[in-house]
């Protein structure tokens, strides 16, 4: 609900603040003192055009803020927390300005937001009627929520069966649309796998050969350079003995260096274990020879088995640049296309069973949508005749609503029904939409009839409605006024009025006074006690604040509204 708004530079109001009551609040004021600047505050609030000819003259821009008490565990706090704005103890504060070139901002819970942000956030938060703005159940999607909401219960387990159906039938339909329009793309796809498949089955290629090729590549081609190194380094080590002359070697200048420590050894520890090592370092010396004589004898220069080895890998390396960066990934990839194949080639198959359930689903899908039809246009008979009724106690005795239940071919997440509400202002007038068959007045009256029948399933907590009792007068006035207090016990309703009878049923009385300052005229807004309320009323009536017969109807008005259960 709206707590407070706060208003700034806006047509005839320079600075004013609405205390607003959670009930029944009513906006009065002689013509032209700025009443209609009210609900042009609330619909800038969530979204409204922003007409720079709205700013007062003189004044840079106009401001209206906000304060409004939103449900803590709620969709409109989810969507303001992903908005990065936050609430002010307990309550949102919105606010929006428009500056006198035009220029529009909005902040929401002390963030910048863009105002379509605020749009979307009155659905849930306001619904405004007034001469300009019965937009919200003209709309045929409203119109058939409205109806649904006003079903309750009788509709939640056909609805919640349909929706089963419908998502199913959808899901189908696009599994079969995916089929057979991309039937030469998945047979393309399918003829590449095949064939890549084919090549690596082919070839064959093992765990980690990939690496074990190279290395025996390398090896192979580098053969004479690696045993003239290993012979090198074992003569270096061990000497050749097929030498005429024996030449010195590692093995043989470690042993003197031993031998000479060893005649010693005794007279020092210290040099006892050094003569130790240099005993190990001989032992490690002579093995590492040993070994490079058997590596030079198993090194073989094969120019046969080299261009093997070439051969193969250059076709593992083909199919490593085609699948992945090693034979692994290749491998695993071969995997998931088999997978992927097999899928594919079971497309002419797959698309007839989807064909047999697709078509089972649409005579599933017809049938639940049938008995949503049904609920809803019992539920329609019922709010069309409970509308009607309500309008015959707001000075439209002779009108007729009608809620029209028409099912189509087209399913959508709600059914396959068209749900419009028409009105037959007379009797013989042919039913019509309500945008085609009512005035303003008048549809501000049906609006607040449908508004009452429905509340307390319409999860909306504020009404605005502007003008409403236009063109209604005596005992049609006094029951507009207990239908708003009817409704105001379920949600906060805001009315700006002309007539006393409808503003003696309000828990809160805001006037909008006009003063005159040399050229300029501005506006403010005054909370009335008791005897404000007398006076204005008092003046409403008869034109004059203190008349006594005036004083005297309007006591007797507020005392028969006080009445009212």
């Excluded at 200048?253 to 050894?265: C, E, I, K, S, T």
């Excluded at 093995?287 to 080895?309: F, H, K, M």
């Excluded at 034979?327 to 002419?348: K, P």
């Excluded at 501005?522 to 006690?529: E, F, N, P």
């Amino acid at each position: 609900m709206v707590d407070e708004v706060r208003i700034q530079g806006l047509g005839v109001i320079d600075e004013a603040v609405l205390d607003l009551s959670p009930g029944f609040n009513v906006v009065t004021g002689e013509t032209g003192a700025g009443k209609t600047m009210v609900v042009t505050s609330l619909g800038l609030l969530f979204g409204g055009r922003a007409d720079p000819q709205r700013v007062r003259p003189g004044a840079d821009r106009a401001t209206v803020e906000g304060r409004i008490v939103v449900d803590p565990a709620g969709r409109v706090l989810e969507r303001v927390e992903e908005a990065g704005g936050e609430l002010d103890d307990g309550a949102l504060i919105v606010t929006r300005s428009v500056s006198a070139e035009g220029r529009s901002r909005a902040y929401l819970g002390g963030r910048s937001v863009p105002v379509s942000l605020l749009i979307g956030l009155a659905d849930d938060l306001v619904a405004v009627h007034g001469q300009s703005d019965q937009q919200r159940l003209l709309q045929a999607g409203r119109q058939r929520g409205a109806l649904d909401r006003y079903a309750g219960s009788a509709l939640t387990k056909p609805m919640r069966a349909y929706t089963k159906a419908y998502q199913r039938h959808r899901q189908v339909a696009a599994l079969l649309e995916e089929l057979t329009t991309r039937a030469a793309e998945r047979r393309a796809e399918a003829d590449l796998l095949r064939f890549s498949l084919t090549e690596i089955e082919k070839i064959d290629p093992k765990p980690g050969e990939d690496v074990d090729l190279a290395a025996e590549e390398e090896r192979l081609g580098h053969a004479d350079a690696l045993r003239g190194a290993a012979d090198t380094a074992h003569e270096a080590l061990l000497g050749d003995p097929a030498a005429a002359f024996e030449a010195a070697n590692v093995v043989g200048l470690l042993g003197a260096a031993r031998n000479a420590l060893d005649a010693v050894r005794d007279h020092d520890p210290e040099l006892a274990a050094l003569a130790d090592r240099l005993a190990e370092a001989g032992y490690l010396v002579s093995d590492v020879g040993t070994d490079l004589a058997a590596y030079a004898e198993s090194v073989d220069a094969d120019p046969g088995r080299l261009a093997v080895v070439q051969e193969r890998r250059a076709e593992v390396t083909s199919l490593v640049r085609k699948h992945g960066e090693s034979v692994e990934e290749v491998l695993e990839w071969a995997r998931a296309s088999a997978s992927r194949l097999a899928e594919l080639e079971g497309d002419d198959d797959r698309i007839d069973e989807l064909r047999a359930e697709f078509e089972e689903l649409t005579g599933h899908l017809h049938a639940e949508a049938a008995e949503l039809t049904a609920v809803r246009q019992g539920a329609a008979e019922r709010f069309s005749g409970a509308v009607t009724e309500e309008l015959a106690a707001l000075a439209m005795p002779h009108a007729r609503v009608v809620v029209s239940v028409t099912p189509t071919e087209e399913y959508g997440p709600q059914g396959a029904d068209e749900v419009e509400v028409r009105l037959a202002p007379h009797p013989g007038a042919t039913p019509l939409p309500l945008h085609k068959g009512a005035s303003g007045g008048e549809l501000s009256r049906v609006m607040l009839a449908i508004e009452v029948v429905f509340a307390g399933a319409d999860p909306v907590p504020t009404f605005v409605f502007d003008e409403v009792d236009a063109g209604v007068g005596g005992k049609a006035a006094v029951e507009i006024g207990r239908r708003l207090a009817r409704l105001s016990r379920n949600a906060q309703v805001i009315v700006v009025t002309h007539l006393p009878q409808v503003a003696a049923f309000a828990d809160q009385h805001l006037l909008v006074e006009k003063s005159h300052d040399g050229t300029v005229t501005s506006s403010g807004v005054t909370a009335l006690d008791r005897e404000g309320r007398v006076r204005e009323l008092s003046r409403m009536l008869a034109g004059l604040e203190d008349s006594e017969l005036g004083r005297a109807h309007a006591e007797e008005l507020l005392d028969l509204a006080a009445r009212e259960p």
